[in-house]
């Protein structure tokens, strides 16, 4: 049984990359568009793992991990962050709590985030492996 991926991004180009990369890889995906659509995605039928873009309309990536973190169902569920290169989530804005697995900054490599997806479902975080970004 393929690993359930879900995506969340509003930026078109990043969806369909990393949904082609992740399908030849070999998993499952659903890209959505926003924090609140990835919310509904959830509710239907939860991911192995969710991908949130930090920036995004209707409902931001930090929002969607408060809501996914305060609901007993997908409280565990494996988070990974995308955001804007040279962004930097500090844990003064509340990210320590929420219990992200990984952060990877725009533009990332597919193969790199096939690996971080890996190792976070193996391990519960991931460390990058600069040569591979």
Not at 29 to 50: F, N, S, Y
Request: hydrophobic residues 45%; charged residues 25%.
């Amino acid at each position: 049984m393929a690993t359930k991926v879900l995506i969340a991004d509003d930026e078109m180009h990043i969806l369909r990359a990393a949904e082609f990369k992740l399908k030849r890889s070999g998993f499952e995906v659903t890209c959505v568009e926003d924090g609140q659509e990835a919310w509904e995605a959830i509710q239907v039928e939860r991911p192995d793992i969710l991908i949130t873009d930090f920036h995004m309309p209707r409902m931001d990536g930090l929002m969607l991990c408060r809501t996914v973190r305060s609901n007993e169902s997908t409280a565990t569920l494996p988070i990974i962050m995308l955001t804007a290169k040279g962004f930097d989530l500090s844990g003064d804005d509340g990210t320590s709590e929420l219990g992200i697995a990984a952060v990877l900054a725009k533009p990332f490599s597919p193969r790199g985030l096939v690996q971080c997806i890996q190792e976070v479902l193996e391990t519960g975080t991931y460390v990058p492996n600069v040569a591979t970004f």
